[in-house]
């Protein structure tokens, strides 16, 4: 991985964990999460306006990235209903790189360098410290553990879609246009539903929804065009250091405890994460 690509990919992780932050901090999340979709569909549109169109040969990758990403909006909802942030994003991010060195063992034939296999142990073994080391371990909330797990499920899948996908499209702005665009269907379910909440919300939380909607943007923005100048595998785990950012905002901001454990967690993901990048 170039210094240009490793800069953007942790870039986006900071912004990535920094959005996530403030949706855990908001007091009703399905709001502010419309709101993450509404600045995603603006952006979306014009880069649309402003870019070639994706080839046809992307446009599969497209429909399924844009149909994995509802879900993602509904597990990470239920996610941080429930859960702490400095338990509920590590597990998720730290699956994603996890299951694409395994998929790739299971289903290509790859077999893992020692540093990918050291890699992986440390991103089993800060997942579960940060799974059953709290004042309410996940294991006692299995709703949320099972959405963090099925969260990090679909990460590995869109990422791997886009990673695939924006290389067949000849546009790369113009496939996380049309990608960003296909968010205007989850501003219209939640409008249809709470249109009177989201319009009172807009005013005072202006601010926040597009500090948070427009670090989503460019967080994935900038992980899809990584995705053109470095292996996929290499983008997915640096990318994931962004578990660090997290759990320290979580210890320091949101006061979440016991704070040694979550961070010893959190450093072991990362650590698993570089080694899985490097090798």
């Known amino acids: 991985m170039s210094g240009f690509a490793l800069l953007l990919v942790l870039t986006a992780a900071v912004l990535h964990a920094s959005w996530n932050a403030m949706v855990k901090a908001a007091g009703d999340r399905a709001l502010i999460l419309a709101c993450v979709a509404i600045a995603h569909t603006f952006v979306g549109g014009a880069m649309v306006l402003a870019s070639p169109a994706p080839a046809p040969e992307s446009w599969p990758f497209i429909v399924a990235s844009a149909t994995l990403h509802y879900f993602y909006y509904l597990f990470l909802f239920v996610s941080y209903r429930i859960g702490d942030l400095s338990q509920v ?20 034939g790859e077999r893992l360098p020692m540093p990918a296999a050291i890699g992986i142990a440390c991103v089993s073994g800060g997942i579960a410290l940060l799974s059953f080391t709290a004042r309410r371990s996940l294991a006692e909330q299995p709703l949320a553990l099972a959405a963090a797990i099925g969260t990090g499920f679909i990460i590995a899948s ?32 939640v409008a249809q539903r709470r249109w009177g909440q989201l319009r009172v919300l807009a005013r005072p939380m202006a601010k926040y929804t597009l500090l948070a909607g427009f670090s989503s943007v460019g967080a994935y923005a900038l992980v899809i065009y990584a995705n053109l100048l470095a292996p996929l595998g290499a983008v997915s785990a640096v990318r994931e250091v962004s578990v660090v950012v997290a759990a320290t905002i979580g210890v320091m901001i949101f006061g ?13 993901v990362a650590g698993g994460v570089v080694l899985l990048a490097g090798s």
């Open 158 to 189: 869109y990422s791997l879609v886009d990673g695939m996908g924006v290389r067949l499209s000849g546009s790369a702005f113009g496939y996380m246009g049309w990608l960003f665009l296909s968010e205007a269907l989850v501003v219209a379910v």
């Open 89 to 108: 994003y590590p597990i998720a991010r730290g699956l994603s790189p996890m299951l694409v060195a395994l998929g790739a063992f299971v289903f290509a």
């Open 256 to 268: 979440e405890r016991p704070w040694k454990s979550r961070i010893i967690a959190a450093v072991a």
